[in-house]
């Protein structure tokens, strides 16, 4: 399966978004540059936030594990 | 549809999501099992959990598809 | 940045090739290492029993041995190697050296390799079935310990070529930061040093001589707590090249930049402190060791889920800003814009959804208290082959799909099979892990070839123990397939045609070293502050070991773990040697 040189491209809209090697060569380019200014990781501070969410649920039930009688099941 | 497109525009991308739902489906059946005491038989819940998700993941290629007929 | 950039074998050839050298003894005991992991698979559930269970724990060892030891070091090495060239921009000082280290590293390994393997082979009588762990009395053929010596003085050595060539990059470059891939190799070497003192003593000073019969006896609690104070910082070992690929490959990979080059060092110095004074958690049911020290390890081991967290929060922000560079919206939508296509995004990506909840069994190991409950059942392997098995060698096996056609000029043979051979690690790694972690709460005990008993059921509270040991069976088998779909793709890449334009840049981290305080790259202060903790964290238990129990131990037999019928396996070990009794 192997493959040539891609075509050479024009000037990429995103200064150092060449693709991955390993990428298929149909694989859609960045469509748009974000500085250091302009983004804003909101999404990762909602996964981190559900992340700590399923820490403490499990952590609660631990409560119930190792100090109320260590059955393994709390509810039924 | 709304006209957001369709949901899945790979098949790699498709791969992958059909993979992480049945191993979080999969997951669920033992945070049920470990913290709620609910015994959800194996065989019925893990088959139809991969039917049902390899029917959606037909459907969601054929939408992929036929989207891509259109553009 | 031209489509025709030259790649890393154009540029630097003979390292490239010590590299791919590297790798291919990482790969080849990736392989054999995976084909005694389906047998442990298989045996233990019951399935299907090729060996005989007296030779469960030769598989077990050559298991953790060539994956946790040989194949993860290995990879180390090679992509470091690639790291400190690349990124300093400069060739090792004497690549004779760094092919000397190279050949020791594999001399080492061969040598305790194949003593492990000859515990197959009964009517020789060497072997070493004392596990990865090799905890006395169990005690090894003394080429075991030697093999193993041989191969840690090449890790060393492979640290001071890195150093030597940042030293005289240095020289160069007076007042230059650190590049971060080298800052992260240097870092990673200082805990070696220091976490390597523990076993080097205890392999050097006592197993390796009572294995020749030059002492008689050791005292297994201080073997034992030197060979934990390695065992932890050596997870990081192969943490850290995984998090490198994280951190510096993995946000190009998904169209973005690194979040901030600051927070990647501060981890790596966090890791240079913590890893080592926290052994002691992984002997909470050790008698002999105050429950003090114990506590005192566990407080270091809580704080040494902050450098995982930060990396969580780092590499997570790197891809969501590629994610949206590639047109991806919403609070969670962007996940959806990311390259999936790519298996080594997916895999990297997959690896570290996946040490998330390894995180979380690792923090109930940590809990002394918690401990107690899964102490020496299936859920410690549950937890490790989250972590090492899918976080670490994973990873290792996604950014192999990237590196190694800069490392070939070859195109990989099937980009389609290297996205099913990840997807197929994380289905089968989710069902294998998810049935020791469950199979432990019951009770079932690891480093176990038969865990079936007559007359006892272990209580499930779901399902039952046949579904679990099926799971645990189907799981092994997906992830033996894995593997050889990644090594069949890799071996088929070598018959492509070399091509040119495979080279890759990395891009700049969106916030540089140049926002970080210069006494960050304070190698020295890292180095030295790190020595201090882990005096305190081991000089008191230690001495208490040793006015306990003495240097020696107060006597007991070794157990010799070669099963030779009717002749005692040290003697006859003895009489190969000619070493006289």
Do not use: C
């Amino acid at each position: 399966m192997s493959r040539g040189v891609p075509a050479v491209e024009d000037e990429e809209e995103v200064p150092g978004s060449e693709q991955s090697v390993s990428a298929p060569v149909t694989q859609e380019e960045p469509e748009r540059e974000l500085t250091h200014e302009e983004f804003d990781p909101k999404g990762t501070l909602a996964l981190i936030l559900t992340y700590f969410a399923v820490l403490a649920i499990m952590w609660v039930f631990m409560y119930f594990v190792e100090f109320l009688g260590n059955d393994l099941i709390v509810v039924g | 549809m709304s006209g957001r497109g369709p949901i899945v525009k790979t098949r790699g991308g498709l791969l992958v999501a059909w993979a992480f739902l049945l191993v979080f489906g999969f997951e669920l059946r033992t945070a049920l099992g470990l913290f709620l005491g609910i015994d959800v038989p194996a065989v019925p819940y893990l088959g139809t959990l991969a039917v049902v998700l390899t029917l959606f993941a037909v459907l969601a290629d054929f939408q992929r598809t036929s989207a891509q007929g259109e553009a | 940045m031209s489509v025709d950039q030259e790649t890393f074998a154009d540029r630097y050839p003979q390292e490239a090739e010590l590299v791919r050298r590297a790798f291919l003894v990482a790969f080849t005991a990736l392989g054999l290492g995976a084909l005694f992991g389906i047998f442990q698979a298989l045996h233990r559930t019951n399935v299907l029993r090729i060996i005989p269970s007296t030779d469960y724990y030769t598989a077990l060892t050559a298991h953790g041995v060539l994956l946790a030891i040989v194949f993860t070091i290995f990879y180390l090495v090679g992509l470091y190697q690639w790291a400190v060239t690349r990124s300093l921009d400069r060739s090792p000082t004497n690549i004779n050296f760094t092919r000397a280290w190279l050949t020791l590293m594999t001399v080492g390994s061969a040598i305790t390799g194949v003593t492990i393997l000859l515990g197959f082979v009964d009517q020789i009588g060497i072997s070493a079935d004392v596990l990865f762990t090799f905890y006395a009395p169990l005690q090894a053929h003394p080429l075991f310990y030697t093999g193993l010596v041989v191969f840690i003085i090449g890790t060393w050595l492979a640290g001071v070529d890195w150093f030597r060539t940042w030293l005289h990059w240095k020289q160069d470059n007076p007042d230059e930061r650190i590049p971060l891939q080298t800052f992260m190799v240097l870092t990673t070497m200082i805990m070696w040093y220091i976490a390597t003192i523990g076993v080097a003593i205890a392999v050097l000073f006592f197993l390796l001589p009572w294995s020749l019969g030059l002492i008689d006896t050791v005292n297994p609690l201080l073997t034992r707590t030197l060979f934990w104070f390695f065992g932890h910082p050596v997870v990081y070992f192969w943490l850290l090249p995984a998090y490198m690929l994280w951190y510096t490959v993995l946000p190009k990979l998904a169209g973005g930049r690194l979040f901030s080059d600051p927070l990647a060092r501060v981890v790596f110095v966090l890791f240079v402190l913590l890893s080592t004074p926290v052994g002691i958690h992984h002997q909470y049911v050790d008698p002999g060791i105050a429950e003090g020290f114990k506590f005192i390890a566990m407080t270091n081991t809580m704080f040494l889920l902050l450098p995982s967290l930060l990396t969580a929060f780092t590499v997570v922000a790197s891809m969501e800003h590629g994610a949206r560079q590639r047109g991806g919206e919403g609070l969670f939508g962007w996940l959806t814009a990311l390259p999936w296509r790519d298996p080594a995004f997916t895999g990297m990506a997959l690896a570290g959804l996946m040490f998330a909840a390894g995180g979380f069994s690792g923090m109930i190991n940590a809990g002394m208290n918690i401990n107690y409950l899964i102490h020496n059942t299936l859920w410690v392997p549950g937890h490790f082959h989250l972590t090492v098995g899918t976080a670490v060698a994973l990873t290792m096996m996604a950014g192999t799909y990237w590196l190694w056609p800069q490392l070939t000029n070859r195109r990989l043979y099937s980009r389609p099979i290297g996205l099913l051979q990840v997807v197929m690690w994380f289905g089968g790694m989710a069902l294998m892990s998810n049935s020791m972690h469950v199979a432990g709460l019951y009770g079932v005990p690891r480093r176990t070839a038969e865990p079936q008993y007559a007359g006892f059921d272990f209580n499930t509270a779901f399902g039952s123990m046949a579904e679990l040991n099926i799971q645990l069976a189907v799981g092994g088998t997906l992830l033996f397939v894995s593997t050889l779909l990644f090594l069949g793709n890799l071996t088929l890449s070598l018959g492509n045609p070399k091509v040119e334009g495979l080279g890759q840049s990395l891009p700049e981290p969106l916030s540089g070293a140049e926002d970080s305080p210069r006494v960050l790259d304070n190698m020295r202060l890292w180095a030295g502050i790190a020595l201090v903790l882990v005096v305190l964290a081991y000089v008191l238990p230690l001495g208490a070991i040793i006015q306990n129990g003495g240097l020696f131990g107060t006597g007991g037999d070794a157990y010799p773990v070669s099963v030779l019928g009717t002749f005692d396996g040290l003697d006859a070990v003895l009489e190969l040697l000619g070493v006289g009794r």
